[in-house]
């Protein structure tokens, strides 16, 4: 099955800074990457995603990109401002057929210091 | 419109015992996903319901079980409870899962389970 791996586990950058978090999957299959923000005691928030067919996808200070050679894609995270802290995941998923499920990253705690 | 609703938000039971979780998906969605979140885990995917029908199951033993009625609202159950089982229980709705009319899963709060 798939395995998703996500790194850095915690990031810690200053205010206006930018952040970087890197994930890898394993299944060559996979064709669906979203990306998750999940505050404490919150649900986890759907923030931008990417299919396989685009290699960079942008929303305001955030960015995706997908390298599907290497199998891994990055969140990138501009001009960071506090409320930007909390928990990111990220996930891979297969979306042909009529079933999917989402493999998701252990989460990378990012916190923006003023 | 309405986001998931997951009820109860809370619950606190005793091994051994069974728990029923419940979740109202968005208006017009069809798939009802059911995730566990641990801190030693992470997300780790359950199973996912379309139209009633179970159509993937992740790792988890058969004391999991779901299923989901006519108006898309789905349930999840956990019988004889252990200590591990104590998670946030996540649910998700979608509207399509293929093609680029899929516009990704939204998430509903969640029920805390606590085993004791």
């Known amino acids: 099955g798939e395995n998703v791996e996500q790194h850095p586990s915690t990031l810690s950058v200053q205010e206006g800074d930018s952040a970087v978090i890197k994930c890898t999957y394993s299944?060559?299959?996979?064709?669906?990457f979203p990306w998750y923000k999940q505050e404490l005691g919150k649900r986890p928030q759907l923030i931008i995603d990417?299919?396989?067919?685009?290699g960079e996808k942008k929303d305001q200070r955030i960015a995706v990109t997908l390298n599907k050679t290497a199998k891994h894609f990055s969140l990138h995270i501009t001009e960071t401002q506090p409320e930007d802290s909390a928990v990111y995941f990220c996930?891979?998923?297969?979306?042909?057929?009529?079933?999917?499920?989402?493999?998701f990253g252990t989460g990378t705690r990012l916190q923006v210091t003023l | 419109k309405a986001g998931v609703t997951q009820t109860p938000r809370y619950l606190i039971k005793t091994r051994g015992q069974q728990v029923t979780l419940s979740c109202s998906p968005i208006?017009?969605?069809?798939?009802v996903s059911w995730y566990q979140q641990t801190p030693g885990q992470g997300l780790q995917f359950l199973f996912e319901?379309?139209?009633?029908?179970?159509?993937n199951k992740g790792n988890f033993p058969g004391r999991f079980s779901g299923r989901q009625f006519s108006n898309s609202r789905s349930e999840m159950n956990v019988s004889t409870l252990e200590l591990g089982d104590s998670a946030l229980y996540l649910c998700?709705?979608?509207?399509?899962?293929?093609?680029?009319?899929?516009?990704?899963?939204?998430f509903g709060s969640g029920t805390r389970l606590t085993v004791v």
């Open positions: 998700a709705s979608s509207s399509h899962l293929t093609g680029e009319g899929f516009r990704g899963y939204t």
């Open positions: 990417i299919r396989s067919n685009v």
């Open positions: 996930a891979a998923s297969n979306m042909a057929g009529t079933a999917s499920k989402l493999t």
């Open positions: 299944d060559s299959a996979s064709n669906y």
């Open positions: 319901y379309f139209s009633e029908t179970q159509r």
């Open positions: 208006s017009g969605h069809r798939s």
